[in-house]
């Protein structure tokens, strides 16, 4: 069938689907999966990829998805975007690996620089580069005790922060995350968070709530590091209430304790600044990014003033691969894009295309409580139509019925009530309207008013 949707890398933008999702090849290499892969890693939809680019993934069967998840926040340049994919190609080619701890290069110097130079702040910065979200969480963890002297860790009420021994015991929930893999890390201690949607609570309340617990039951003297998500990602898509966030920086400079924000998924434009902290013009001390920092390649950053980067022992960071040259140069490539198209601007864009119709599928529904988030990071909280209790059934309902209709949608919260989207920052309308129709039916087939 010919149309006149865009192309991206030979792959339409357009929503196309040849058979059942999953087809029968998925269904095959399924089998597979299932005699060769670990029952514990899980999988959202059970399809298989062949290709990606711009909004659209085509499966082995040949059917067209549209991306409302980049891959958990990742692919925020498209996937395989051609910068990205130049850069790589030229690094690999130069060479794929050397360990920056033993000869250097000067892409990870480059990347530092960039990312010293984007972050919130204008005081003098120090970067390292790690693999992942949750071993770069750490290591923020480490240089703050190292810098502090101190040991206590605070986190958040629904927050996630990775699944290593130290950031499981920083995430709240339990399932799947934490469930069986006990002990935890000693010294983190969980505060409330201001969640507007539930507790009704000022984001000056709120923070004067967690700061006297703080007092109470940590001591400021002993706290080495708050660490927060701007916006909570995984718990679902909390914006805390404004004042909140500033609230906790003060308290955390007054207590000389360092104020490390987890923008691993808030990050890189996700949420119309560069980084989420922006919005409310917090200047953490210390920043964590990975996801959308290298467009899909695992790079992951700590970023943070000077004298708390460098209070650490010559040698106390690093790792094999930490800052890998092919990484790096997909950084440089991605952050390239990010700053030529605006891709910040990009997503305020389709925060206005989403929430209003959002908005409009809550009034027809009845049973979303809150449409929320910032930028493409947008999430619908979705309850029982009398109760108005999180109704996880008919979230995962409603999910699986995007994914047979064509639409890549991701759940999460704490209550496993929350539909999240987070579609590539160069999203055409087009492919977001046809989600949103999809959106819209599945609310209308599987939650129909009246009732
Ligand atoms: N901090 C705020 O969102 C990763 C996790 C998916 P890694 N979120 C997706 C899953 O179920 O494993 C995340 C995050 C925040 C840290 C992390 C951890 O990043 O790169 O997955 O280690």
């Given at each position: 069938?010919?149309?006149?949707?865009?192309?991206?890398?030979?792959?339409?933008?357009?929503?196309?689907?040849?058979?059942?999702?999953?087809?029968?090849?998925?269904?095959?290499?399924?089998?597979?999966?299932v005699d060769?892969?670990?029952?514990?890693?899980?999988?959202?939809?059970?399809?298989?990829?062949?290709?990606?680019?711009?909004?659209?993934?085509?499966?082995?069967?040949?059917?067209?998805?549209?991306?409302?998840?980049?891959?958990?926040?990742?692919?925020?340049?498209?996937?395989?975007?051609?910068?990205?994919?130049?850069?790589?190609?030229?690094?690999?080619?130069?060479?794929?690996?050397?360990?920056f701890?033993?000869?250097?290069?000067?892409?990870?110097?480059?990347?530092?620089?960039?990312?010293?130079?984007?972050?919130p702040?204008?005081?003098?910065k120090?970067?390292?580069?790690?693999?992942?979200?949750?071993?770069?969480?750490?290591?923020?963890?480490?240089?703050?005790?190292?810098?502090?002297?101190?040991?206590?860790?605070?986190?958040?009420?629904?927050?996630?922060?990775?699944?290593?021994?130290?950031?499981?015991?920083?995430?709240a929930?339990?399932?799947?995350?934490?469930?069986?893999?006990?002990?935890?890390?000693?010294?983190?201690?969980?505060?409330?968070?201001?969640?507007?949607?539930?507790?009704?609570?000022?984001?000056?309340?709120?923070?004067?709530?967690?700061?006297?617990?703080?007092?109470?039951?940590?001591?400021?003297?002993?706290?080495?590091?708050?660490?927060?998500?701007?916006?909570?990602?995984?718990?679902?898509?909390?914006?805390?209430?404004?004042?909140?966030?500033?609230?906790?920086?003060?308290?955390?400079?007054?207590?000389?304790?360092?104020?490390?924000?987890?923008?691993?998924?808030?990050?890189?434009?996700?949420?119309?600044?560069?980084?989420?902290s922006?919005?409310?013009?917090?200047?953490?001390?210390?920043?964590?990014?990975?996801?959308?920092?290298?467009?899909?390649?695992?790079?992951?950053?700590?970023?943070?003033?000077?004298?708390?980067?460098?209070?650490?022992?010559?040698?106390g960071?690093?790792?094999?691969?930490?800052?890998?040259?092919?990484?790096?140069?997909?950084?440089?490539?991605?952050?390239?894009?990010?700053?030529?198209?605006?891709?910040?601007?990009?997503?305020?864009?389709?925060?206005?295309?989403?929430?209003?119709?959002?908005?409009?599928?809550?009034?027809?529904?009845?049973?979303?409580?809150?449409?929320?988030?910032?930028?493409?990071?947008?999430?619908?909280?979705?309850?029982?139509?009398?109760?108005?209790?999180?109704?996880?059934?008919?979230?995962?309902?409603?999910?699986?019925?995007?994914?047979?209709?064509?639409?890549?949608?991701?759940?999460?919260?704490?209550y496993?009530?929350?539909?999240?989207?987070?579609?590539?920052?160069?999203?055409?309308?087009?492919?977001?309207?046809?989600?949103?129709?999809?959106?819209?039916?599945?609310f209308?087939?599987?939650?129909?008013?009246?009732?």
């Open positions: 069938m010919e149309s006149s949707a865009v192309v991206v890398n030979d792959v339409r933008q357009e929503l196309h689907l040849v058979t059942q999702v999953p087809g029968p090849k998925s269904v095959e290499l399924q089998k597979r999966r060769a892969v670990s029952s514990g890693v899980g999988a959202t939809l059970p399809i298989f990829v062949q290709k990606a680019a711009g909004g659209i993934v085509v499966d082995v069967d040949g059917n067209s998805l549209i991306d409302m998840g980049s891959g958990i926040a990742v692919t925020s340049v498209g996937n395989s975007a051609s910068e990205v994919v130049d850069r790589v190609t030229k690094q690999a080619q130069a060479f794929t690996h050397t360990c701890m033993v000869t250097q290069y000067e892409g990870y110097v480059e990347v530092c620089e960039a990312l010293n130079r984007l972050t702040g204008t005081h003098a120090r970067s390292a580069l790690f693999n992942t979200g949750a071993e770069a969480v750490e290591n923020a963890v480490k240089i703050a005790r190292a810098y502090t002297r101190r040991q206590a860790v605070v986190v958040f009420e629904h927050a996630y922060h990775g699944r290593t021994n130290l950031t499981m015991g920083m995430t929930k339990v399932m799947p995350y934490k469930h069986s893999f006990g002990p935890f890390a000693p010294e983190i201690y969980r505060m409330p968070l201001s969640y507007p949607a539930h507790d009704g609570l000022t984001g000056s309340e709120a923070a004067a709530h967690a700061i006297s617990r703080m007092e109470k039951e940590i001591g400021s003297e002993n706290i080495a590091a708050i660490v927060i998500e701007p916006i909570a990602g995984e718990g679902g898509f909390i914006v805390p209430a404004v004042g909140f966030l500033p609230a906790l920086v003060a308290f955390a400079t007054a207590a000389k304790a360092v104020f490390i924000a987890d923008e691993v998924q808030t990050g890189f434009c996700r949420t119309g600044n560069w980084f989420a922006e919005h409310e013009g917090i200047v953490p001390d210390v920043i964590v990014t990975a996801k959308g920092i290298a467009g899909g390649l695992p790079l992951a950053g700590v970023t943070g003033r000077a004298e708390i980067m460098d209070a650490v022992h010559a040698g960071l690093g790792g094999t691969y930490g800052g890998n040259p092919i990484a790096c140069a997909a950084a440089l490539g991605s952050i390239a894009t990010m700053e030529r198209e605006n891709l910040a601007e990009k997503a305020i864009h389709i925060e206005t295309v989403m929430v209003p119709r959002l908005s409009e599928i809550a009034d027809e529904s009845g049973v979303i409580a809150d449409v929320r988030g910032r930028g493409a990071m947008i999430a619908v909280e979705i309850v029982d139509r009398v109760s108005r209790k999180p109704d996880a059934t008919l979230t995962t309902a409603i999910a699986k019925y995007c994914h047979a209709h064509g639409v890549i949608v991701l759940t999460a919260g704490t496993g009530n929350v539909l999240r989207f987070l579609p590539p920052l160069i999203i055409s309308d087009d492919l977001l309207n046809q989600a949103l129709d999809i959106i819209q039916s599945a209308a087939e599987l939650a129909p008013s009246g009732n």
